[in-house]
């Protein structure tokens, strides 16, 4: 029998705190979060306490891709050994400088663990397949990270403008959630299943027996859940963070 705090009681402590958020022990772990970015210090921690690896396969349900332009660097010791207050630093940075939440994927994909990207698409968008593409410049004191607009299959692979030691290829792909099981089998990666409640703005309940059934096939082994205030339309966040967590309780 899985056992979960009361939700309402993991919200009020969330929205009262300044970088909220809450694990939630079901047999495995689920980080809850009141913005999304903390995500990213979320997975370090499970990276450190040994519950995925790098190279992870992170499936992406999120009304956006979170795939912004990342904090211009990381410290070079970060990528040799990725710490919990090295993520913590670097998101403290990210909002002192103001850039968007989403932009905490592009840096786990840089240190390496995050080795591919599905991301559940909104009916209303077409799948489609594709890769990131990263550059990173090491330099004396630190290595700087820049991007390059999401290149979908057949598209040209982009042309770095600065010398780059590295070149990172991430597959990226957009799938609706019918084809869910189908395109993670046989993956072999430690699996990370990451959910933005915005995904859930204007989606029925119709939706969530077929989000239920496949998700019940994903043998993810960590899952991080952003409440993302402001972004659900109707507010109504304990119910659907209850039905999130009932889905992944199966």
């Known amino acids: 029998m899985y056992e979960i705090k009361p939700v309402r009681s993991i919200l009020s402590n969330m929205l009262s705190r300044i970088h909220p958020y809450q694990n939630v022990d079901m047999g495995k772990r689920i980080y809850v979060s009141r913005d999304h ?12 306490e040994d519950r995925i690896k790098m190279n992870s396969t992170l499936i992406h ?6 795939l912004g332009k990342p ?11 990725p710490t919990v207050d090295g993520a913590k630093d670097y998101l ?3 909002e002192q400088q103001d850039l968007p939440e989403g932009s905490f994927i592009i840096p786990a994909m840089a240190i390496g663990l995050v080795g591919r990207m599905i991301q559940i698409a909104a009916p209303e968008y077409s799948p ?11 330099l004396q004191d630190g290595v700087q990270i820049n991007r390059a607009p999401l290149v979908k299959s057949g598209e040209q692979t982009p042309e770095f403008t600065k010398h780059s030691s590295d070149v990172l290829r991430i597959p990226w792909e957009l799938v ?3 084809s869910l099981k189908r395109t993670v089998e046989g993956d072999g990666q430690t699996m990370i299943l990451d959910i933005d409640i915005d995904f859930f703005n204007g989606v029925s309940d119709d ?3 077929e989000l239920s059934a496949q998700l019940k096939h994903l043998k993810w082994d960590i ?9 659900l339309s109707n507010q109504n966040y304990p119910a659907v963070l209850e039905r999130i967590l009932a889905i992944l309780r199966g």
Do not use: C
């Open 92 to 94: 403290q940075r990210l």
């Open 176 to 178: 609706h959630m019918p």
């Open 223 to 231: 899952a991080t859940i952003s409440l993302s205030p402001g972004y």
């Open 61 to 66: 349900i999120d009304a956006h891709s979170d």
């Open 128 to 138: 489609s397949n594709g890769a990131i593409f990263i550059e990173l410049n090491k």
């Open 37 to 48: 970015h903390y995500a990213f210090t979320d997975w370090v921690v499970a990276l450190r």
């Open 207 to 209: 939706s969530l027996p």
């Open 71 to 81: 904090f211009p660097s990381l410290p070079n010791s970060f990528f040799n050994y």
